[in-house]
């Protein structure tokens, strides 16, 4: 290992990984995004039981001015007729806390950090941190897999898959993606307890990651061996995914999907809007569109696809666990979107930098050294045994 990390390329994959994530944090402190979740998430923070809805609606708003700029206001109360209702009506901004209260951890780890620097720069802070934590990990997943002179592919990986837009985002999808990919990369070394950790953390986190870990649970029960880190999982972070959603008041799935895709209504008091089969039919073929006309991840999805159709006709292998994780993101991907169709990529990243990282280990692993000179240095470039 030693002499794997003082080969010049390793090193110099190594410093370009460090370099791309230390830029990628220093402009998530110094140029943050100011989305409208992120009101939503400081008034989530400062609330408490039995507060009076206008002391709360005042106190985020005020929090939240002090935070960004004059444009950056302007946008966020008056942009639209939803974000002008919610500037000016206390009781419809707090109908729409359900929708937020639901990401538990993400919630307790920026109230953490609070009591330091307020709520704005809290929410700022822990998604600055989880990309410095979602970059180490994949700077020791590059070792473990002695792929550092890989680090490249990792970058562009990471690139693609929009880490730095989600690192500049006042929302949780960062911090749970770091739960996610260590998680996933721990069940493909075979660490089962460690992943179901990571995991559940992931799904308190986000509980639409569960989407993921049940999809993870039946691969592994239909291919075997079953992993039972797996299974826990997923039985653990559905019983706290319902719990939560009951305490936190989440309006259910219907009413988000129909809030998210067909009509932002101005407030959720007494809306209840019946299922329709064509509502929701519209609203997936609606959000298709949206997702293949303005985001690139479909596009990346479909690159990471023909890159795993091409490793395997190269005769690629890969290990069990692997093929499993594999699979299982492209079935989630799929899934999640049918359940709930979101365009924006953020709700893709974890998933497409999951897929990613496993196939540039695979392929480090099984095409050996870029520098024949690291033969010599006990590089080992052994291929895996055959997945599912």
């Known amino acids: 290992m030693t002499n794997l990390i003082r080969h010049p390329a390793a090193v110099a994959g190594a410093l370009l990984l460090i370099l791309y994530t230390a830029t990628v944090c220093a402009v998530a402190v110094a140029f943050p995004d100011a989305n409208w979740d992120m009101i939503a998430y400081v008034a989530s923070i400062l609330e408490q039981p039995g507060i009076d809805p206008a002391s709360l609606h005042a106190q985020t708003y005020d929090m939240v001015r002090q935070k960004v700029s004059d444009g950056q206001y302007l946008v966020l109360t008056e942009d639209r007729p939803y974000r002008i209702r919610q500037a000016d009506d206390p009781v419809a901004f707090l109908s729409m806390l359900g929708f937020y209260r639901v990401k538990l951890l993400y919630l307790e780890a920026a109230q953490l950090l609070s009591g330091w620097l307020g709520p704005v720069d809290a929410l700022r802070a822990v998604s600055a941190l989880s990309a410095a934590a979602f970059g180490a990990l994949t700077l020791f997943w590059l070792i473990d897999q002695r792929a550092l002179a890989y680090a490249p592919l990792a970058i562009i990986v990471l690139v693609l898959s ?28 075979g660490r089962d307890i460690a992943a179901a950790a990571f995991l559940i953390v992931a799904v308190l986190a986000r509980p639409d990651h569960l989407s993921l870990v049940g999809v993870l649970m039946v691969m592994s029960i239909v291919f075997r061996p079953v992993s039972w880190g797996a299974v826990g999982a997923f039985l653990i972070g559905l019983v706290a995914y319902v719990l939560i959603s009951r305490a936190s008041g989440h309006p259910g799935w219907w009413i988000q999907l129909y809030f998210s895709n067909v009509e932002f209504v101005p407030t959720l008091e007494g809306f209840d809007p019946p299922f329709s089969v064509v509502t929701y039919a519209v609203a997936l073929v609606r959000t298709v569109v949206r997702a293949v006309v303005e985001q690139q991840w479909p596009a990346v999805l479909l690159l990471l696809i023909f890159l795993l159709a091409l490793m395997l006709r190269r005769n690629f292998t890969f290990t069990r666990p692997e093929a499993i994780a594999l699979f299982s993101v492209l079935v989630a991907i799929p899934a999640r979107f049918v359940l709930l169709p979101l365009y924006e990529g953020r709700f893709y990243f974890a998933y497409l930098a999951v897929f990613g990282l496993i196939l540039v280990g695979a392929f480090a692993r099984q095409t050996g050294p870029i520098f024949a000179s690291e033969h010599a240095r006990g590089v080992r470039s052994t291929p895996s045994s055959a997945g599912p």
Do not use: E, K, N
């Open 162 to 189: 929009g880490f730095g837009a989600v690192a500049r985002a006042a929302t949780p999808d960062m911090f749970s993606a770091f739960f996610l990919l260590a998680g996933m990369l721990l069940f493909v070394q």
